[in-house]
């Protein structure tokens, strides 16, 4: 009973994880803007950043199973 939320949360936190992270893959092969007005290698860096620790908390949340 108690590992669903585990289940849940780590189900969400790695779609969450990986989605950010193909878009911003995607979006820097384009050339296109990661975030509007901000500089590109530093919102570029902060967005994968970002994607790997959510992917991390993923891969925590199915080691407390």
């Known amino acids: 009973m108690e ?3 585990a289940v849940f949360a780590g189900v969400v936190f790695a779609l969450f994880g990986s989605g950010l992270l193909v878009w911003t893959a995607v979006r820097v092969r384009r050339r296109e803007p990661v975030a509007i007005g901000v500089s ?4 570029a860096t902060v967005t994968a950043l970002v994607s790997v620790i959510a ?3 993923g891969v925590w949340c199915f080691t407390r199973l």
Do not use: K
Not at 40 to 43: L, N, Q, R, T
């Open 3 to 5: 590992s669903g939320p």
């Open 55 to 57: 992917l991390l908390l």
């Open 40 to 43: 590109p290698v530093a919102s």
